[in-house]
């Protein structure tokens, strides 16, 4: 799936959130800071599609639902949402662009979590008939 910048607002928010920090990052795996809480944490970008196999939008109020039961309730402890536009190449070789709700959730490792997000990720594609829901993972530090 191929995300298209959101230009302006991606750099305004990711500026102000970088100078909302309390520490800074050396790149040497450290954090500066004098009231530092440092965490190893998982990092999990899902990609949402909102095109139903039948052409209709997963409308707004579909998404918040699913968003509140569904993910929410499962990382209450915060995520972030993100609205982007995506395409990809589906089974049979056709090319879908479609706009896309990207949720960022930051989470301890372990069975536990990705049990949670398999979760999520299954009940959306039953409920919106989709063929996938891309999931990316990655290792993350963190200082809140």
């Given at each position: ?30 954090f500066t800071s004098a009231s530092e809480r440092r965490s190893d944490l998982v990092r999990t970008e899902l990609f949402f599609g909102l095109q139903k196999i039948s052409g209709q939008l997963v409308s707004n109020e579909e998404w918040k ?80």
């Open positions: 799936m191929i995300i298209r910048p959101l230009g302006f607002v991606v750099l305004f928010t990711s500026m102000l959130f970088a100078s909302s920090c309390s520490a800074l990052y050396h790149g040497r795996g450290e639902d699913f968003l509140e039961k569904e993910v929410s309730s499962r990382f209450p402890e915060g995520l972030t949402v993100y609205e982007a536009f995506g395409q990809y190449r589906g089974k049979e070789g056709r090319i879908y662009r479609e706009p896309t709700r990207i949720v960022l959730v930051l989470h301890p490792p372990g069975d536990h979590f990705d049990a949670l997000i398999d979760t999520i990720r299954a009940l959306y594609k039953r409920q919106f008939n989709q063929e996938s829901v891309l999931r990316v993972t990655t290792r993350a530090r963190a200082s809140f």
